[in-house]
């Protein structure tokens, strides 16, 4: 009965042992992830923020699995609003490239179609 109970002990103790590891892993990889953002964000093309965007909601998905202290949460709190912070910078970034791109394309229609740039016309006179 005692070898039972041991290797119950044990059982639970490893359990334990393991959600705890993997609750402090998800607040680590929140870490890691928020540094990364901030240091590497300037460079991402859209294709990096699509994937950043699904990162961290997988990020927030594994930390919602468990149960912090009050000061951990407002780790979080603290890191989740420096990522969406980088996110939300990063979004106008893209959205600034995308207005200055259609704006230079509407501009080169416009001369194009008036005649502005039309050196045939220069050409026959």
Known sequence: ?????????????AMIFTSCNKQQEALDELRGFTEYLKENSDDFSKQDWKEAKLQYEDIVTQLEEYDYSDEELKE??????????????????QL???I???TNQVEGF?????????????AEE
């Open 100 to 102: 200055n791109s259609i």
């Open 110 to 122: 416009i001369e194009e179609f008036s005649g502005y740039g039309d050196d045939d016309d220069a």
């Open 76 to 93: 979080i709190g603290r890191l989740k609003a420096a990522c969406y912070k980088v996110m939300s910078k990063g979004a106008a970034s």
């Open 1 to 13: 009965m005692k070898k039972i109970l041991f290797i119950a002990f044990m059982a639970l103790s």
């Open 96 to 98: 600034e490239k995308t």
